[in-house]
């Protein structure tokens, strides 16, 4: 499949000092452009913290090294006062903490079932679950208002908010397949000494699966955390907002009056990052190894 | 009955397999699919082939059949029409951009090079951060009085970035091309580290360069890879909306950024219009399946 690449093998002596310094011409290189990506990468979120903690706002470019004197916390303040916080802050807990622990429950039964349990029509739940995978949210968008909002009056509500996003399926995707990996006799033993599924699964397969079941819960909690269009749409009530809807009104509407917008913007944008980023940061390596697994499925 | 056939070995148990608790265990999951999957798959299409709008709760209304007249309107719509061209010079931007900067840092992380974990790190960050929290801080990067256009001076555009009818757009797909990339990278480091290392040493010591190992081992060396990146990107594309709708006010200037999915916003749930707004969702899914059939029929031809 890949082009051959020259076949002068006459000459290890000359290729041999070329090749060092090919590879440490690439080590720069690549260090560099490491660097550069990392730069780019990381200066919005610099920023993002220094203009939240800017009093007058300084967008000059001088502006990215602050004066000390110039800092404050009168910004996070001043949001607090148009978007409560705290409440807003709940309300996304109580909506990330609803989906987590539908993901928990149904999706860990799902996919003890999926791997483990032979029975009729399996696959064909399997397969459905792969197509939501594939499927675009757009698709979904009219007639899960048309269900939620009008047939079910479920607006304003957080059952409304978490039932789209109840039972995440790359998390089942995520437990099917570490229960396949499991030996089947494990299970067959206790089993033959006249333990119930449900037991099984509580007493061998939960606590074996814990390092599965805390990379689908933190690759499940970004979702409805940064979620934003679907509460969006279903919540006009200021008092069930999650942060990130109560702050996307604020930018698209408030924000125009306010003396030091973009001081507060970022404060509140603050607020909504620094929980995810420090959830990422420390389960990092479930969340690298969650990725590395879908590009190997794919 | 089933339960005591099944412990019988009878053939009903045969029909249902060894294990018939596996239905107790799968039914909540079932009943999501089937409410929140299966059904309002059906309801979209349901809906788009009628004049469904929203009344005042209540009250009852006529939602007369109209066949196809709403996919005859919103493929006549001009609005539409721009949306679609929109989403087209994001893909152009977007999907060519995050190929090539995710593979490059790919390769980059994949080298023994040091402070890897950190930079692997960094990369990921945006894709973890909501959309709104970065918008935030993109908003006023690219605001008139704003960082970038203090460091172009008389180079930056007027009328300014985001509310220029050129520029709305390439920045939109500029900042969702530096949000995903994270996931991109990640992706291709996978692949790349199924690549056996001698086809590499066996390159060098042909004397092949840097860049000719990465043309002509990296790049065909990942094309799986590639297409799911392409495929991914593309849906993302087309599901366009908080962008859109916060960082250059409503899918502005003039609707040089509107979106497909902005679009349905205010047709359906702004205007009431949900049957007009479901034909939009089932051409854009259409669509995207289709720009995903073609991708890997043409990304994986070999």
Do not use: C
Request: proline share 6%.
């Amino acid at each position: 499949m890949t082009t051959p690449v020259g076949s002068d093998r006459g000459s290890p002596r000359v290729a041999a000092p070329q090749s060092s310094r090919g590879v440490s011409w690439g080590r720069v290189a690549g260090l560099v452009v490491l660097v550069l990506g990392a730069l780019v990468f990381l200066f919005p979120f610099y920023y993002m913290v220094v203009g939240a903690l800017q009093r007058a706002p300084q967008t000059d470019i001088s502006g990215a090294f602050p004066n000390p004197a110039n800092l404050t916390l009168a910004n996070f303040v001043d949001i607090n006062a148009q978007v409560d916080l705290v409440r807003t802050l709940i309300n996304s807990g109580i909506f990330t903490g609803g989906v987590l622990l539908a993901t928990f429950v149904i999706g860990l039964l799902a996919g003890y079932a999926l791997a483990q349990l032979e029975f009729r029509g399996r696959s064909l739940v399997f397969n459905l679950m792969l197509l939501i995978l594939v499927l675009p949210f757009q698709l979904f968008m009219i007639p899960l208002y048309v269900l939620i909002v009008r047939t079910y009056g479920l607006s304003d509500s957080y059952l409304g908010m978490i039932l789209p996003f109840a039972v995440n399926a790359t998390a089942v995707f995520i437990f099917r397949q570490f229960f396949l990996q499991l030996p089947r006799e494990l299970f067959e033993s206790a089993r033959i000494d006249g333990a119930s599924e449900f037991m099984i699964l509580r007493r061998i397969a939960v606590p074996l699966a814990q390092p599965a079941i805390i990379t689908a819960l933190i690759v499940t909690f970004i979702g409805p955390w940064n979620e934003f269009l679907w509460p969006f749409l279903i919540t006009k009530q200021h008092d069930l907002q999650p942060l990130a809807v109560a702050l996307a009104n604020y930018i698209s509407t408030v924000a125009a009056r306010a003396a030091n917008p973009f001081g507060s913007i970022l404060a509140g944008a603050v607020v909504l990052a620094v929980p995810a980023v420090v959830v990422f940061v420390v389960f990092q390596r479930q969340f690298i190894q969650s990725n590395l697994g879908s590009g190997v499925k794919g | 009955m089933a339960v005591v056939s099944a412990r019988r070995g009878g053939r009903l148990r045969t029909w249902i397999g060894r294990d018939p608790i596996g239905y107790a265990f799968i039914g909540p999951y079932v009943l999501f699919l089937a409410g929140l999957f299966a059904y309002p798959l059906l309801l979209a299409i349901y809906i788009s082939f009628f004049d469904y709008f929203f009344a005042a709760p209540g009250a009852e209304v006529d939602r007369p059949f109209v066949g196809l007249r709403n996919y005859a309107q919103i493929l006549g719509d001009p609005v539409f029409q721009r949306a679609l061209l929109n989403v087209a010079e994001f893909i152009i931007i977007n999907v060519p951009l995050t190929v090539a900067l995710s593979l490059v840092l790919a390769s980059a992380l994949n080298a023994r090079l040091p402070f890897r974990a950190f930079f692997r790190t960094s990369y990921y960050i945006p894709y973890v951060t909501a959309s709104v929290a970065v918008i935030g801080v993109w908003l006023w990067l690219f605001s008139g009085g704003g960082l970038l256009n203090g460091v172009f001076g008389p180079l930056a555009p007027n009328p300014s970035w985001l509310v220029n009818e050129f520029w709305a757009m390439p920045i939109i797909a500029l900042v969702v091309t530096w949000k995903q990339l994270g996931f991109y990278v990640l992706l291709y480091l996978a692949a790349l580290q199924n690549i056996p290392k001698e086809l590499y040493e066996a390159a060098e010591v042909d004397g092949a360069g840097v860049v000719r190992r990465f043309m002509t081992i990296t790049v065909p060396g990942v094309r799986p890879a590639t297409t799911l990146v392409v495929i991914l990107a593309t849906i993302v594309g087309a599901n366009l909306f908080t962008e859109p709708y916060l960082l250059t006010g409503g899918g502005g200037p003039d609707g040089a950024s509107m979106s497909p999915v902005l679009l349905m916003y205010r047709q359906g749930i702004e205007q009431g219009h949900a049957g007009y707004a479901a034909a939009i969702g089932a051409v854009l899914a259409i669509a995207v399946m289709a720009i995903s059939a073609v991708n890997r029929f043409v990304l994986e031809r070999e």
